[in-house]
């Protein structure tokens, strides 16, 4: 078990790098910020120069990895970080300088257990992308064809395991202060984080979620996950096919090979839409960076180390609040809050549903160009802490993908509306989910399933707990001891240490008088 001045120590040491980059002032200034916070803060950035714009994103990437990764996902929790870190943490980069080829030739070799020869006709020693996880190098196979090869960086896994050990730390003493700290569940912030990593240092599981992906968007026309050859495969290595495409962010060699932007722009949101609504499991990471348009249109879709579940319970929740902010229906999205447990029930929905008219009706109405789905969910966010809703860590990466989605359909066409885009699909998914015979299907099916496990539930019902609401099951956090703990109970050790030494010597002296009576 890591001691808590290696902790400590790490805190300060990444302290100081955030310092330098003048980010621990927006922590300090923050009302909410525990008091004990505020002066590590002071002491960390002791003697250092703050420049008078923060920067985040260059704070996170000089401390390293697991650092870069933590940004990424702090960039979806505005309501932790504040606007301006998560906007600038949202530029943040996953890039860092390639490990030397003769080392990832030794971990290749290393993960097979066979020579290179054995696998691969030529691999490219010039990477084409060096990550804070894994670096990708073109290869050709032994059959001739042409593939990515996605290698771990050599001690990546230890490294992460070290630091993830610390935010952990970090974060169930910063709950412990209670407040605001404890509403926004920093704990369950890390520990989803520390899942989300974990996933990608497993190569074989960024594998299985994209051949999972595959697999729900097989009927989607002009949209393609790569095929993984999975006898190249291992937790180490991922080999998947070339994709010879332009970047969707080069506007320009994409009108230059005749594609409709504007509709390539329609087919990602939709594609986004029947990810996370119809199947529920969406890919989370849709940057400029892991999409590509095919010379026949097609976009096709890399990198799955991070991505999003949904339960249907919640997706039918999150379609009707979808379509309910597209219509004004803010009672019915108000309902929905409160049904699925997002909101305490001693609040009231009215009020509710009033907040989220401050937040929608200055939207509608605007030009198209105006209108956004971001700014819209920035507005949900700010009406949160008002009313007690506690942070739903799959929603947020939701919201993340969402914005990422918008970000690059607006580059593509700056005209498109995300709405108009959206609604008719949500509309269509809600009458085909939610309609009256998809209704009766679901309760012949649910009553039959009932049946069918009668005996099951006779036995078991009184160890069945009450519905969730619409937010996962939680995963399980780690056991940490926290360092006031700690401190009490070296105390109290030490104090009976002392009252065992007080009594010994006490006796001590008692039978040396009384030994010298005697000799006496």
């Given at each position: ?11 300060l040491k990444?302290g100081r ?11 300090e ?7 004990p916070?505020k ?11 703050q ?11 000089d ?13 979806t929790?505005?309501d ?15 890039s860092l300088p ?15 257990e066979r020579p290179i ?12 992308g060096a990550?804070s996880i ?5 290869g ?15 001690g ?15 974060a ?8 605001e ?6 704990r369950?912030?890390?520990a989803n984080?520390?899942r ?19 697999e729900?968007m ?11 050859d999975?006898d ?8 998947i ?8 962010s ?6 230059e ?8 722009a ?34 096709v ?14 997706r039918q929740w ?15 999205v ?27 009706e ?7 160009s ?14 949160t ?8 860590p799959?929603l947020l990466?939701?919201?993340k ?5 918008e ?7 700056p ?13 269509s ?17 649910t009553?039959?399933?009932t ?20 937010a996962?099951e ?5 056991e940490i ?8 109970r070296?105390a109290?050790?030490r ?16 039978w040396?008088?009384m ?6």
């Amino acid at each position: 078990m890591t001691r808590p001045g290696t902790h400590i120590f790490r805190l300060l040491k990444w302290g100081r790098t955030l310092a330098r980059h003048g980010a621990l002032r927006g922590i300090e200034n923050d009302p909410n910020t525990p008091t004990p916070v505020k002066r590590l803060c002071r002491i960390a950035r002791f003697g250092t120069i703050q420049p008078q714009q923060p920067d985040y994103a260059g704070a996170f990437r000089d401390i390293g990895p697991a650092a870069i990764k933590l940004g990424q996902t702090l960039a979806t929790r505005p309501d932790l970080v504040g606007d301006e870190a998560a906007r600038n943490l949202l530029s943040l980069q996953d890039s860092l300088p390639p490990v030397p080829f003769a080392q990832i030739e030794q971990a290749i070799e290393a993960s097979f257990e066979r020579p290179i020869e054995d696998l691969f006709q030529h691999i490219d020693p010039e990477p084409v992308g060096a990550a804070s996880i894994a670096q990708v190098h073109k290869g050709i196979t032994k059959e001739g064809r042409t593939v990515a090869i996605k290698v771990l960086r050599p001690g990546i896994r230890e490294r992460f395991e070290k630091d993830i050990a610390t935010y952990e730390w970090a974060a169930a003493h910063l709950e412990a202060m209670g407040g605001e700290a404890q509403r926004l569940r920093p704990r369950l912030t890390i520990a989803n984080f520390k899942r989300w990593t974990n996933r990608e240092l497993d190569l074989r599981r960024e594998a299985a979620s994209a051949s999972e992906l595959a697999e729900n968007m097989r009927g989607i026309e002009q949209y393609a996950i790569p095929e993984i050859d999975w006898d190249r495969t291992n937790g180490r290595v991922m080999t998947i096919e070339w994709i010879d495409g332009i970047k969707i962010s080069n506007t320009e060699a994409l009108i230059e090979a005749g594609h409709d932007l504007p509709d390539l722009a329609n087919r990602l949101v939709l594609a986004f839409l029947t990810q996370a609504i119809a199947s529920g499991y969406f890919h989370a990471d849709m940057h400029q960076g892991n999409l590509f348009v095919r010379g026949d249109g097609t976009i096709v879709a890399i990198d799955f180390g991070i991505m999003g579940r949904i339960d249907r319970r919640a997706r039918q929740w999150l379609a009707e609040i979808l379509y309910g902010l597209t219509t004004g229906d803010y009672k019915r999205v108000a309902e929905i809050h409160f049904e699925a447990q997002y909101v305490p029930s001693y609040h009231d929905v009215n009020e509710f549903a009033t907040a989220l008219r401050a937040v929608g009706e200055p939207m509608r109405g605007k030009p198209v160009s105006e209108l956004s789905v971001g700014q819209m969910l920035d507005g949900l966010f700010a009406i949160t802490r008002d009313f007690d809703m506690q942070t739903q860590p799959h929603l947020l990466l939701l919201q993340k993908t969402m914005v990422m989605v918008e970000g690059i359909a607006t580059q593509l066409n700056p005209q498109i509306n995300m709405w108009d885009v959206s609604a008719p699909y949500v509309r269509s998914w809600i009458r085909d989910e939610l309609g009256p015979e998809a209704a009766i299907a679901d309760r012949i099916k649910t009553d039959l399933d009932t049946l069918l496990k009668l005996p099951d539930l006779v036995r078991r019902i009184d160890e069945r707990f009450p519905p969730k609401g619409g937010a996962p099951e939680q995963v399980p956090l780690p056991e940490i001891e926290l360092f006031w703990e700690r401190r009490k109970r070296e105390a109290e050790r030490r104090g009976w240490l002392g009252y065992v030494l007080a009594a010994g010597a006490g006796a001590a002296a008692l039978w040396g008088a009384m030994a010298a009576g005697m000799l006496g």
